[in-house]
């Protein structure tokens, strides 16, 4: 009897830890292989930095002239503002990139937006169609422009003092150069974070374009956002993608067998995944949780799934915290370009 009795204790014992058991047993990744695992391609290493030598070679003439001037179209005060071309570019690098980083991505970043702009011009002489009167305007439609003023009231006191020169000497230092893909400017796309490997443009948007190829990033240990995570209960979750999917046969015990991973692109992100049977982008899945990127994968705790995410942006193109890792690992602004951007050249406009 005693004996039932101590039995019968340390079974209640148990079912009283049995909730911190369950959670942790229950903590399961959804039976989808991780981008990262699936994308186990040959690794092309990036090439040493270079010597000063090649640094400091001529870089070719184009025809291409500078512009002295450039339209901007406000999106503060809806007015097309005319500016000098190279302030415009400071501007910009100021807004796209912080200022705290390596001047060498600071560079890199001159230049994308030096070639940003001239692409633009190229492509819509007469004004983008959604601001017709201006080839770019100052949001991140086109590429963030911020006048001084408004970039010393968003940053402290000293920020001005510390590193507005440097933003200058990143648009000075690289005065007139220009990236061109077999002699045509390029459009410089770029990201915050790839996540370890860019994206091929034709997985992203519509087109294949020869400049912006999948490659290796191995120097963004230190993006902020290189891991993020969403956390919801299965019910949200479940409920979240029938308002946009209708019924799907989906409940806390099933999701394991019904979401199932379909294509993963080259850069790792996940192109589609079918949730019972129905098949849903990764840039679905991301606008719908608001996720930084559409490389993620599911951890299901009890009645939480866990949506995390690796790398921040689309992906293609430049990675702007893998340009600041390349620049602080001793390359420069050109081994960066060239290394983000397939077989271009650096040229100098005339
Ligand atoms: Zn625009």
Known sequence: MLNRLIYA????????????MSL???????NMPSAAEITDEEKSDIKEPVNEVEVHE????????????????????????????????KGVVASEMPAEFNIEALKAQGVTARTYLLYRFKKYPNGQPEHLDAPVCTGTHCQ???????????????WYENYWGKIEEAVNSTKGQILTYEGKVIEPL???????????????????????????????????????????????????????????????????????LGEVSEGGKIKYITVDGTEITGREMRSIFNLNSTNFNFIQKGNEIEIVTTGYGHGVGMSQWGAEGMADEGYNYKEILKHYFTDVDIVSMK
């Open 24 to 30: 942790s047993f229950l903590e399961h990744k959804i």
């Open 144 to 158: 963030v422009w911020t006048s001084k003023e408004d970039l010393m009231a968003s940053h402290n006191e000293v």
């Open 9 to 20: 204790l340390v079974v209640f014992m148990m079912l009283l830890t049995i909730p911190n």
């Open 58 to 89: 001529e870089l070719k003439k184009t025809n291409i002239e500078v512009p002295e001037l450039v339209k901007v179209y406000n999106l503060k005060t809806n007015e097309v503002m005319v500016m000098e071309f190279e302030d415009y570019l």
């Open 190 to 260: 770029f990201h915050s974070t790839s996540g370890g490997r860019t994206e091929n443009s034709e997985d992203v948007f519509s087109t294949a374009v020869p400049y912006l190829r999948s490659v290796e990033s191995p120097y963004e240990a230190e993006a902020p956002k290189l891991h993020a995570s969403v956390k919801l209960t299965v019910d949200e979750f479940i409920s979240k993608l029938e308002s946009v999917y209708g019924e799907l046969n989906i409940s806390n015990d099933n999701l394991d067998d019904k979401i199932k």
